[in-house]
């Protein structure tokens, strides 16, 4: 497995403005992967982070939006951009180990946009 | 559209009691299934599985995957308080490595 860490771990944001969510994890992987998962709701893949090249975006999310950094093989950032109330949500990064068809969770950032 | 769907979605047990949860899955390029427990904010990892009729084990709680009928169960036995969680069933799919969670069961065990 991997330890996984996130920050902030909670925040509540005004309107309009932007937040940037950090994951570093403990040793390099090959897959890095950000979810966000509304009130009542299942998890849902946003975008896979490319180390080296732009982000892979799912359908129904894009960069303007949702940018993504991934300068190195142990870390990356999610900045929720322009935030609405609809934007509050649990955002969570994941990685998945070289070689193994599991992927692992951080541990969360709990996001309330008034 | 990959889809994963969970049943029932939520269950209230007594403690003792064994539960059986449900997942069953409609993907392209199946990889693996994993189940996992999320009672704050990051789903655990329970189990992964590959293979057909290979039970995991872990202590109470056990899984095993139908290949064939696109299916997998929990088994949590002897249930505590503690079990309480929401429990996440996701397919593996392709090189992309695409997860795609089924709406989760949740599980009320209660004294």
């Known amino acids: 497995s991997a330890v996984i860490s996130q920050k902030p771990s909670r925040d509540i944001c005004q309107r309009g403005t932007s937040l940037t969510i950090q994951c570093q994890v403990d040793?390099?992987?090959?897959?890095m992967f950000w979810y966000r998962q509304q009130p009542g709701q299942s998890l849902t893949l946003i975008a896979t982070a490319n180390q080296g090249s732009e982000a892979t975006y799912e359908s129904g999310f894009v960069i303007d939006k949702f940018p993504i950094s991934r300068p190195n093989l142990t870390f990356s950032t999610l900045t929720v951009s322009n935030m609405s109330p609809e934007d509050s949500s649990i955002y969570l990064c994941?990685?998945?180990?070289?070689?193994?068809?599991?992927?692992?969770f951080g541990p969360g950032t709990r996001l309330t946009v008034t | 559209e990959d889809k994963v769907v969970q049943s029932p979605l939520s269950l209230v047990v007594h403690e003792g009691d064994t539960v059986t949860l449900n997942c069953s899955y409609e993907v392209t390029n199946f990889r693996s299934l994993l189940w996992y427990k999320q009672e704050k904010k990051a789903p655990t990892f329970l189990f992964m599985l590959t293979s057909s009729g290979i039970e995991k084990k872990s202590g109470r709680l056990s899984s095993i995957l139908d290949k064939k009928e696109l299916f997998s169960i929990l088994n949590i036995t002897a249930t505590q308080t503690g079990d309480s969680a929401v429990y996440l069933c996701?397919?593996?799919?392709?090189?992309?490595?695409?997860?795609?969670f089924g709406t989760g069961t949740r599980l009320q065990v209660t004294l």
């Open positions: 040793s390099q992987v090959t897959m």
């Open positions: 996701a397919v593996l799919t392709g090189t992309a490595s695409k997860l795609t």
């Open positions: 994941s990685v998945l180990i070289s070689g193994a068809n599991e992927q692992y």
